[in-house]
């Protein structure tokens, strides 16, 4: 029998946990009458089938027989190279992808934040810096959420005990810093409209962590309006996908989570968003600012519309 786990795993745990527990469970040798494998999906949200036929696979074995079963299995049905390699390094590969993003996502996120107190617009330092050979700074934004990138540079880091790793725990720290500066900045465009944090309706809008999808999972809006609400705001969420959850109601009716407003913080790039008649929206609001986690919207053009504007790396406003 073939076994395989597609899970993502911290390094050492094939070997140290999954082998004993399924030969104990199983009252069966592996390598011997079960074959193991390793092979750590790689899916997106919105994209899982696309994703589990079309991306390259990286398939754990530690024996030959397992190898061959694993890569006859997965050829079945992934187009892409399978590359085979043995359970540990496999279990490093999976999480060194996520926590590489983690610490791309972090340093554009740090040069937003720079950019914000030395006034430039940090996604314009981003197209001009990757006009320079072998650059790709990331964008930054209102913070990182989903099922893989907030727990799996952990998973990197915690067996490496003598390393004592500090960049990929560092990137965390910072990523997970980027809800509180949206508060912060709510705080300040409130303040620069005329009104303080306490007692004012703040509209968020988004709360799934990916745009133009309903997953929720480590969303960064959660702890963005538990720092509202710790403020003295009254929080109303609007999401064109994602349903309520305890403590957490999401408004469907745009208009109504806007009506009476003080301050509109986006935090998910919708494309709903994109195309909203803001005019009209801030007629029915009391006081006019807009905090943009995303870059959903051009500065100026807002302005020009009588309102305030803050956002991540938005150092000019």
């Given at each position: ?8 795993l ?7 946990f ?43 074995a ?17 187009k ?18 996520n ?18 107190e ?25 913070g ?57 309706r ?7 962590y ?11 809006a ?34 109504a ?15 709903a968003?994109?195309?909203?008649d803001?005019?009209a ?37």
């Amino acid at each position: 029998a073939l076994v395989s786990i597609e899970s993502t795993l911290a390094p050492g745990t094939m070997e140290g946990f999954v082998r004993p527990a399924l030969e104990r469970a199983s009252r069966r040798t592996v390598g011997r009458d079960l074959h193991l494998v390793h092979c750590p999906e790689r899916l997106t949200a919105g994209k899982l089938l696309h994703h589990l036929t079309e991306l390259p696979r990286v398939l754990g074995a530690n024996d030959r027989a397992a190898l061959r079963k694993g890569l006859a299995f997965y050829a079945r049905f992934v187009k892409a190279e399978i590359h085979p390699t043995d359970w540990t390094t496999a279990e490093v590969v999976k999480t060194a992808e996520n926590a590489y993003w983690d610490v791309q996502i972090a340093f554009a996120n740090e040069v937003a934040l720079i950019s914000e107190e030395l006034g430039v617009d940090a996604y314009h330092v981003r197209e001009l810096v990757n006009t320079c050979p072998y650059r790709m700074m990331l964008i930054p934004g209102a913070g990182v959420g989903g099922h893989c990138i907030p727990k799996d540079p952990w998973l990197l880091v915690s067996p490496a005990v003598q390393t004592k790793p500090q960049l990929i725990p560092t990137a965390r720290e910072v990523n997970d810093f980027m809800p509180r500066r949206m508060a912060r900045l709510v705080e300040e465009a409130l303040a620069a409209a005329g009104r303080k944090i306490k007692g004012a309706r703040v509209a968020v809008l988004g709360f799934a962590y990916r745009e133009n999808t309903d997953d929720t999972r480590n969303t960064p809006a959660k702890p963005m309006i538990q720092e509202l609400r710790r403020r003295g705001a009254d929080v109303a969420i609007h999401d064109p996908f994602a349903r309520s959850e305890r403590g957490y109601a999401v408004l469907r009716d745009v208009k109504a989570a806007l009506r009476g407003a003080d301050c509109v913080a986006i935090v998910t790039a919708h494309d709903a968003y994109r195309t909203l008649d803001l005019k009209a929206l801030r007629r029915g609001m009391r006081h006019h600012a807009i905090v943009d986690g995303r870059n959903v919207y051009a500065g100026p053009d807002v302005v020009k519309m009588g309102f305030v504007y803050r956002g991540i790396g938005k150092g000019q406003f």
